[in-house]
């Protein structure tokens, strides 16, 4: 008897077909030229807000470097130490320029960990509602619904006005009004999930409930959340900018974009648009370059769209 | 259809009763308003003084009793600043928001149908690709720093419009408005674009889909055998169908745009109810914080309850599917 040739056509190939899946959606990523141009400046961005303290050309808050004599000087002046302020100084004699890059960095630092914190709490919430089902479920969702009826900056004006300025309570206040969304995602998908196949194998096998939800459920709900996660920061960072435009959000010595923009707004009447406008293109690029990379990642992540 | 009345309405009973909860025991945990209130030379004495006729030497839970007691009598305190009913003083600066808030809702739709079709008509042509970044960067931008860009550019460059506060108020059965005049209509005019735009990019989406859809429908197709005019179709057989979602959804959105009024307020110095609220905030004044949180609350419970009463008196499935669970 001839020996059959042998069944395993999925078992290697598989393996590598999961890794290049992930090189496939890398490279798809970067077909389209936008979404690679997006990605650089937010790479950009993100290593000038991380390396600021070294590429500033001064520390906008060591007041030992402030010359008042200095204050609103118009883009391209030169200071009473000769040195040139490319984007004009503010009303302390602060250079813009170094003042952005610190702002940058406190406005991406806080969108970045409340949209980490919020996705962790939201994703976790929604997957255990989705897949106990029943009253837990009902009283999450509930909680959801009740949330997302109400406008996000008018419950985040009020957290704020409750808890006082500071960077971690701008950080709490996001992550209150951002885990409902993916709580809801989480969930859409879970309730997809739930019926698989896998899962119920994972069930014969008597796995523990939260090696189920976490390790099994949890990953595969991982896509379209992703999505949501990076267009969220974009709103994380913009809402963060307006809580702190109103006088509620960072305190006056860690002035993120929104702050700066505030300080600019008493100018912007007698014509000292600097102080206002550079921070705000610096907070409109970092936006749309997030806003940018999220779109794309939604059309290559997308189940339907895929080749 | 009763039953599904009932049970809804009770909903949105409980759903203020909880928020009015919330609301009231963590604006009362803020800050002291007295010190804010005081003169700075006060002594322990003046300040007792005060804090006894506020009625803020009383434990919380009485308060807090006493605030329901009045709430369903119809008065939610008196502004610590003010010395006037918060209610009164939050009526009257409702006018001028509303004004704002309907004004952006038109612009809006003015701004966003004529794109959202265009674009759906040629949605791979370069302006309708353009339209649709424009609707993503508005969707995005932040809007006050929108609303700052249009202040420097049209009232400190070109000096064609004023930078900020309202015009001279007519009146109009009874209510102070400010759109019947030119000086009125041009401060009304920046604070009301820059509130329109967000909802200018969700109409542009609506109506963009909407009429791609609309375009391959057989009626279409039809009206186009019969020798119409393309212009026709389109203003009268296509715009008709695309309106429905759209004026859903903006009623919708008309509770979230008196809310988001509050930032557009604050960058024109709009004396509106959300500029009230941003003050009272930084004074403390906490009854008039509670009283228009309330009216929020009070107002989109509503907007919510009418829109799935309505649903439901259209659709049997609701209240049925409701039913089961």
């Known amino acids: ?307 | 259809m009763l039953a599904y009345f009932i049970r809804r309405v009770g909903q949105a009973l409980l759903t203020v009763a909880v928020m009015a909860t919330i609301v009231f025991l963590s604006i009362y945990a803020v800050g002291n308003p007295v010190d804010i209130l005081a003169n700075p030379n006060a002594d322990a004495k003046e300040m007792a003084e005060i804090a006894a006729r506020l009625g803020l030497d009383r434990p919380l839970h009485e308060q807090f009793g006493l605030f329901v007691w009045n709430a369903l009598h119809g008065d939610l305190g008196r502004s610590f600043v003010f010395n006037e009913p918060a209610l009164k003083l939050i009526a009257q600066r409702m006018p001028a928001t509303l004004e704002l808030a309907l004004v952006a809702l038109l612009l809006s739709i003015f701004i966003g149908i004529p794109l959202g079709v265009w674009a759906g008509l040629r949605p791979e042509s370069i302006s309708g690709r353009s339209i649709m970044t424009g609707s993503i960067l508005g969707f995005s931008l932040p809007n006050f720093w929108i609303g700052l860009m249009l202040i420097l550019l049209f009232a400190v460059e070109l000096r064609w419009l004023p930078s900020g506060g309202r015009g001279p108020t007519t009146t109009v059965l009874g209510l102070p408005v400010t759109f019947l005049t030119w000086e009125g209509l041009r401060h009304l005019m920046l604070p009301a674009l820059t509130l329109a735009l967000y909802k200018a990019s969700l109409v542009v989406r609506l109506a963009r889909a909407g009429t791609r859809e609309a375009m391959l429908q057989d009626y279409v197709r039809f009206a186009r055998a019969k020798g119409i005019s393309p212009t026709r179709i389109v203003l009268v057989h296509v715009l008709k169908n695309i309106m429905i979602p759209v004026v859903t959804v903006l009623g919708l959105e008309l509770g979230s745009m008196i809310a988001f009024a509050v930032v557009t307020e604050t960058v024109f110095a709009y004396p509106g109810m959300g500029k009230l609220l941003i003050d009272s905030i930084g004074r403390l004044d906490r009854p008039v914080i509670v009283a228009y949180l309330m009216m929020v609350v009070v107002v989109f419970v509503v907007i919510n309850l009418v829109v799935d009463l309505i649903y439901a008196a259209l659709d049997p499935r609701v209240r049925l599917t409701e039913v089961e669970a």
């Open chain 1, 1 to 307: 008897m001839t020996a059959l040739p042998e069944p395993a056509i999925r078992t290697p190939a598989a393996v590598d077909k999961g890794e290049s899946l992930l090189r496939r959606r890398f490279s798809e990523f970067f077909e389209s030229t936008g979404a690679a141009f997006g990605l650089a400046l937010l790479i950009l961005l993100l290593g000038a807000a991380i390396f600021a303290p070294w590429i500033a050309p001064q520390n906008p808050y060591d007041l030992a470097q402030l010359d008042i004599m200095d204050g609103r000087l118009a883009p391209g002046a030169k200071g009473l130490d000769g040195r040139t302020f490319h984007l004009g100084t503010d009303e302390q004699g602060r250079d813009m320029l170094s003042a952005i890059l610190y702002g940058l960095r406190i406005s991406l630092f806080v969108g970045v960990v409340s949209t980490v914190a919020a996705c962790s709490i939201g994703a976790a919430v929604g997957v255990l509602a989705a897949y106990k089902g029943g009253r837990v479920e009902n009283l999450v969702m509930r909680a959801v619904d009740l949330q997302l009826s109400f406008p996000a900056i008018l419950i985040a004006l009020v957290l704020l006005a409750v808890f006082g300025r500071g960077i971690d309570k701008v950080i709490i206040a996001l992550v209150v009004v951002q885990w409902a969304y993916y709580a809801r995602t989480v969930r859409g998908s879970a309730l997809v999930e739930r019926g698989r196949d896998y899962i119920e194998a994972a069930r014969c096998l008597a796995l523990p409930k939260s090696r189920i939800v976490f390790r099994h459920l949890l990953p595969n709900c991982l896509p379209p959340l992703i999505v949501v996660a990076t267009v969220q920061v974009a709103h994380a960072i913009a809402l963060e900018a307006t809580l702190s435009f109103l006088g509620v959000g960072v305190p006056v010595t860690e002035p993120s974009l929104g702050m700066l923009i505030k300080n600019g707004y008493d100018y912007l009447m007698s014509g000292k648009y600097w102080i206002s406008t550079y921070p705000g293109i610096a907070l409109v690029i970092a936006i749309v370059a997030i806003n940018i990379v999220g779109d794309r990642l939604r059309d290559v992540l997308n189940p339907r769209l895929s080749k």
